[in-house]
């Protein structure tokens, strides 16, 4: 018969659980039954919390899925997600967050996570967000648009791989003038860049 543990680690490459996860994942509707079994999971060492209702199978879990888990619905974006994508270098500890509210949130393991509010026509709008395992996360001309619309002064770096088509098109989703001006300027500088190393190839 399979184990409760045997079953969220079958569900890898999943490292982290909300209650509602292991609601499901259990199959367990009474809420006291569940609650007692993960306090018992947890003094076991079996499971590990994270903070109050969410839970992760062992102590080098992935703070990307962990940020999400742990304010949804959300995604990765801004300097965290530039950095993925090989666009910012500058380094940072803390994981930033697109959410519905701005606030941060420190794990006593140190790890940081700053969530920024975006509006919900905004962040449920999943174009140029997808699923990388199992967080969300922003593509490279996302997360530039996000960037630039919570930080307009912001200056990005490292723009070789922007589709400018496609950052064109996701500025448009910010229903915000000043932003796709911003995005439009940028735009002119990138394809600027093209042009001068098409000529010297």
Known sequence: MTTKIELLLSSAPQTTFTIDDLAVLWSMPERYKLVRLVNYYVRTGRLYSIRRGVYTLKEDY????????????AYISSTTALGIHGAYFQYESDLHVMA???????????????????????????????KVDNYWLASLER???????????????????????????????????????????????IEGQNIREAHHA
Do not use: M, W
């Open 143 to 189: 997360a530039i648009c996000d960037t630039s619309y919570l930080t307009p002064s912001f200056v990005f770096e490292h723009l070789e791989r922007v589709e400018v088509d496609e950052l064109r098109r996701l500025a448009s989703i910010y229903d915000n003038h000043a932003l796709v001006k911003r995005i439009e300027a940028l735009c002119a500088v």
């Open 100 to 130: 519905r509210s701005s606030k941060t949130i420190r794990l006593s393991s140190g790890q940081t996570f700053v969530y920024h509010r975006l509006k919900d026509e905004i962040l449920l709008n999943r174009q140029g967000v997808e």
């Open 62 to 73: 992935s703070p990307l899925e962990a940020a999400i888990k742990l304010s949804p619905p």
